[in-house]
Structure formats: C-alpha cells, structure tokens
C-alpha cells in the first residue's frame, strides 16, 4: 500500500489522477532545490497550514523545516507571523509547531 498522508487518503482512495497531480505539486513545492532555500518553503507552508486551522499540518511542516535546518529562532518568527496573520485563534491550533 502507498504511503498516503491521512489527510489525502480519501483523494487516494477515489481519485488517483487528482492524488498524483497534488502529489506532484507538494513535491515541486517542497523540492530540495529551488530559489528559495527549503527551510524556508517548509516555513511558509507551517504558515499557510497555521492559517488554514490545520493543527497537524503545522506541526508536520515545523518538523520538516527543522529537519531541513531551521532554527528554534525561526520556528518562533513562523508562530509569531501566524498569530499577526491569523489572530489567537489560527496561533492555538497551531501550537504543534513547538514540538520537536
């Protein structure tokens, strides 16, 4: 079986031409190469993610930021932009983004 994030599941399970084209964009999106170095595309994403209330989602991106070399310091800019962006609310559900 693929390994699906959960939240794709279903995308997966129904439409596979749509799961591989969301696929494609999260990889090219995520790539290890690009203009902007990675930890910082991770970072946006944590952002995005803190925005959109997807507490699961900032706390995988936070990860994968560290993983791609991130600082604690810039984990906390990215949870301080959240708070600004999207108010109490959006900053709670993004708590994750601490753990490690």
Known sequence: ???VPPFLR???DHDRELYDLIVRCMETAHADEGAVPKKYRLLFSMVADGMMNHPSGVAAMAKAARAAGAT???INEAM???FV???MVALINSL???EK
Request: proline share 6%; aromatic share 12%; net charge negative.
């Open 10 to 12: 279903p995308i997966y």
């Open 1 to 3: 079986m693929a390994d």
């Open 96 to 98: 994750g983004g601490y």
């Open 85 to 87: 962006s999207g108010g």
């Open 80 to 82: 301080r932009v959240i």
């Open 72 to 74: 604690d310091a810039e």
